[in-house]
């Protein structure tokens, strides 16, 4: 190597060296991808991506996304390289227990990894969500001679996200907004794990994205730094479509015996061809050595400090001619709810409380947003083509469009999992409170979306409505069972179910204060009617679960509920007036068991053994709550097809099977 000014070559074999140096290490990972994306990345990286190394929170940076994550070692070896803060020895440590370079990129491990990758399919989605905020953010705050918002975002992909469909819903909705700053770069190696893909993935690529609407830049040589530069150049030209720059390459590039075969894709190269990789792209250095040309060649620091600095004085002038919007601005790219929203959402709250109207929880939550939207501009909701259903749009909705992207609504079409996912990429990026709906069932779709978004422990709503067998006619197919359970089941996420009006507000209020996490608010279809509460039950209503009807002393037994089935507990606590009965209304279990234990045991006092819950949901999640001697009335098969009425009747959610519950429990 030459101790002069380092060629592209030598720069982008630092990232080849880098990583399978430690997959090696490791003797796990996947050396493939970085070694055969190292001479795209180069080029990108120190070309054109507009970033600071020394503050990877900058709100105008733009934003990389792997979203073949697999390749996870091509990004960790960059951000080392560029100057962030992941010394050498994390990479030495890479898929070791408590490393910041887990085999897969994870949001909050290493700084500058902008989101969780792996799931194929699911980064260049949460890549479109951050396109879709940063155009929404521009669109509502830049103005003339003040681009206060300008950022791009790329995307590194491979076969298996363009095989895994929810990429199709992703790139059909970017092609449909026009996201101009969007630019993928489509790894077309031809490998997959099971070998050459072209027995089971022949499609037509341009065409496919020609027919989204993207501008395709087809056949560049992925090994061909001019070829790659010129590529950039005319999609960051292409501003009113997303770009996508299809580059052929060479899997595990540079090994003699592997590259261009699934060996390498998913397992350490060996000492043998990792030595002569070495003879083969002259990289005469130790594992894990790299000289000081090269780190200066990379080195990102100085340019994105200057960068930084140059936006910081847009800002300032920004800030002299609109200063309450220079103000906004920083209290949202800081992620910080506005200053009254909590106390006006308590008089909401009470407003509920006082005027105990039976509706439709679904219909309680529309009201809420009419009611909290005007306070937060930061919303940016939307639903999968059932907005009419789920009652997502309030009354200052706009929604957002290819030419006018300033509204604060998306209309998602029948894209679950997409919507989901974008917007997971939308609470990454910053700026907004993203929420998105669909009926229960259909969280089904989409559930990986929600696994990640809690994973992240990102601020994402996720609104269920149409939430049982009470939906009726539509049948099994539309009448969720175990959907809660399995929301429930997942770790970090907060899962609402609201009794009535003032449940449904405070559960809101939740999901939008709460910062560490998502939540599902699962809604219903049918009325729900107002329950009584004083002051102190409406306030422990965001615990979780809380006492909303008691007794004279130590109770005989306790009913557990939510949402439609508390209506049911407080009737057939009625026709129980000769027993001690108290009612437990939960909307939110996982809120309930972060309580204190003094807390959890007021509410349900481990003395009291007779306890029955009542869901129209699967029945076993609650044995946690009532115990083997308690009693669950649930649901242990699906629905049917008929009015809603008659198969809550059909399936024993009535007043009479649940005061015989207790009653057999009692005796």
């Known amino acids: 190597m030459s101790s ?123 890549a479109v969500g951050m396109a879709l905020a940063e155009k929404v953010l521009a669109a509502q705050f830049n103005r003339p001679g003040y681009e206060l918002v300008d ?27 026009g996201l ?23 499609d037509d690529t341009p065409k496919r994205f020609e027919a989204y609407g993207w501008h395709v830049i087809a056949n560049v040589d992925g090994h061909d730094s001019a070829a790659i530069k010129k590529a950039i150049e005319a999609a960051r030209a292409e501003t009113d479509r997303p770009t996508i720059i299809c580059c052929k390459t060479v899997i595990g590039f ?17 000492e043998e061809e990792v030595a002569l990789v070495r003879e083969t792209i002259n990289w005469p250095h130790a594992p894990f050595e790299i000289p000081a040309e090269i780190y200066e060649g990379w080195n990102a620091r100085g340019k994105g400090e200057a960068q930084e600095e140059e936006w910081q004085d847009i800002f300032a002038d920004y800030r002299e001619a609109f200063p309450e919007l220079a103000d906004e601005f920083e209290r949202r790219a800081g992620d910080e709810l506005p200053a009254d929203f909590l106390v006006k959402a308590d008089e909401y709250i009470r407003e509920c409380q006082e005027k105990a109207e039976k509706v439709a929880s679904r ?16 919303f940016l909701g939307g639903s999968a083509d059932l907005a009419g259903s789920n009652l997502t749009i309030w009354n200052g909705s706009r929604g957002v469009s290819a030419d006018d992207a300033s509204g604060n609504y998306i209309y998602y079409g029948v894209r679950e999992f997409g919507m989901s996912a974008i917007m997971n990429g939308i609470a990454l990026h910053g700026g ?15 559930r990986n979306a929600v696994r990640m978004a809690s994973l992240m422990k990102q601020r994402v709503i996720f609104v269920y409505t149409h939430d049982s067998i009470g939906l009726g006619e539509d049948g099994p ?32 209020k939740m999901a939008i204060s709460r910062k560490d996490g998502p939540s599902a608010l699962v ?64 909307p939110c279990a996982e809120a309930f068991m972060e309580q204190d234990e003094s807390y959890r045991e007021s509410v349900l006092p481990s003395s009291v053994r007779a306890r029955v819950a009542v869901e129209a949901g699967h029945r076993d999640y609650w044995y946690k709550f009532v115990g083997f001697d308690g009693a669950i009335v649930g649901m242990s098969t699906f629905g049917e097809s008929a009015p809603g009425g008659a198969l809550m009747k059909e399936f024993g959610f009535t007043v009479e099977n649940v005061v015989e519950t207790v009653e057999q429990l009692l005796k």
């Open 4 to 126: 002069q000014t380092p060629s592209r070559t030598e720069l982008a074999n630092a990232v080849r060296a880098l990583s399978m140096d430690a997959v090696q290490k490791a003797n796990s990972g996947h050396p493939g991808a970085p070694m055969g994306m190292a001479d795209i990345a180069e080029v990108l990286w120190n070309d054109y991506l507009k970033h600071n190394p020394a503050n990877p929170d900058w709100a105008d940076r733009d934003r990389f996304v792997l979203s073949n994550g697999h390749g996870s070692m091509l990004l960790y070896s960059l951000l080392h390289l560029s100057g962030y803060e992941l010394p050498l020895e994390e990479l030495q440590n890479f898929r070791q227990l408590h490393s910041k370079t887990p085999g897969h990129p994870e949001y909050g491990y290493a700084p500058g990894v902008e989101t969780t990758t792996g799931p194929l399919g699911q980064g260049v989605t949460n």
């Open 151 to 177: 950022h791009h975002t790329y995307c590194f992909l491979g076969d298996g996200c363009l095989m895994e469909g929810v990429s199709h819903e992703a790139c059909s909705l970017a092609g449909t907004l």
């Open 180 to 202: 101009g700053k969007l630019v993928a770069f489509y790894d077309d190696n031809g490998i997959s794990i099971d070998g050459e893909v072209q027995g089971w993935f022949t």
């Open 254 to 270: 540079g090994s003699p015996n592997k590259q261009g075969r699934e060996e390498c894709h998913g397992a350490a190269l060996g």
């Open 363 to 378: 219909k309680a939550s529309q009201n809420t947003l009419n009611n909290f939207g005007p306070l937060l501009p930061e």
């Open 432 to 446: 907004f409170v993203p929420y998105g709906a669909t009926f229960l069932m259909f969280m089904e779709y989409a």
């Open 477 to 508: 197919t539309h009448q969720p069972v175990e959907q809660l359970t399995a929301l429930r089941a997942t770790p970090n996420l907060h899962t609402w179910r609201p009794a009535d009006t003032t449940e449904t507000a405070v559960c809101w």
């Open 523 to 586: 809604f219903s279809r049918q009325g729900l009617a107002p329950q009584p509460r004083d002051a102190a039950q409406v306030a422990h209503i965001e615990k979780g679960g809380y006492v909303l009807a008691d007794c004279e002393g130590a109770p005989e037994a306790i009913l557990i509920a939510t949402g439609s089935e508390v209506e049911l507990a407080m009737a057939a606590r009625a026709q129980l007036a000769d027993k001690k009965i108290r009612v437990v209304s939960m």
